[in-house]
């Protein structure tokens, strides 16, 4: 566990309104508030962040005119301050998630427009021109789902295996990845039609994963199967209350790092739901819902000690920090008038 009161935190957003792109911020776990709101990297819509698990570069979505791609950075961990590397850019829609493995060797991105997955090398922070680009197919029966929509890409703990969520048609495609970055499908598990599966987090025990659906929202709790890089369902469980019956749709889902809560938010009715999970079975039971005190939490995180949560409202441009107690797993609101434009990503230095 770090021993470090201030943790140097990200936002990425959506630059249509006033954001100029990734804003840092600093949260001092002493004072338990947010400060120093500050711009970090000025460039079109940097939706989404991810930052190498060594903490020195930044992995950034991008909008150039009428491509889109990834943007990396150097991260000097003291200050927050990032240093442009080098572009990637297709033609077309910019991508909607962006992630590395362990080593700093191979990155992803999901493209929800093109329904698309692309792998590339990564050489000291500096992105290789794209080695696979996968295109997917398909439909779904919710109006939102009139084609293939690629959310979300990520791989499975052993690095084996690249899962991908296909929100456009009910799907999690999982990949084998070789050494090279190439991508070869190796299974598909289908779940619920309407669904809409938009992110996944892995317990930490490596045998259980979690989706978080945006149309049903619901946490579909999961059996991973690590040889054949598999995965079967094993419990489907709301995230808002039955008597909800206005437009929500689920967003991030994070789990702490002892596999005992998981946490998953909703955009519409502007809560965070928190489960506590049975370490034998993978299933989930609700513990309670929060308010994000403002309206469309895109994303959330919990900083490195694990003691606080930052969630980021969208169309309420707001930061709100809340204070997790690491044995119940419940939050409590420390502050909630922190503003960034048009917030989206959030992601702390693990330093």
Known sequence: M???TRFIGFVGTYTKGESKGIYAFTLDT????IT??????ELDNPTYLNISNDSRFLFSVVKEGASGGIATFAVNSQTGELTPLNTQLLEG???????VDNQTKIAFSANYHK????SYLVNNGTLTKPISIIKHEGSGPDPRQEKAHTHFAELTPDEKYLAVCELGSDL??????????????VTCLTVKPGSGP???????NERFAYIMTEFSSEVIALR???????????????????NFKENNQGSAIHISSDGRFVYAANRGHNSIAIFGVDNDTGKLELIERVSTEGDWPRDFSLDPSEKFLVASNQNSSNLVLYSRNTETGKLTLLQSDVKVPDPVCVKFLQV
Request: proline fraction near 5%; hydrophobic fraction near 25%; charge should be negative.
């Open 36 to 41: 120093s709101i500050r711009s970090a990297a």
């Open 172 to 185: 999690l495609i999982t990949y084998q990845v070789d050494e090279s970055g190439k991508l070869k499908e």
């Open 93 to 99: 829609s910019s991508p909607c998630h962006v992630s």
């Open 224 to 242: 991973y199967h690590a040889e054949s890089g598999s995965f079967e369902e094993i419990q489907t469980i709301s995230t808002i209350p039955e």
């Open 198 to 204: 938009r992110h996944l987090t892995f317990h930490p």
């Open 2 to 4: 770090t021993t470090n």
């Open 115 to 118: 329904g698309e997955v692309v």
């Open 30 to 33: 002493q004072e338990k508030q």
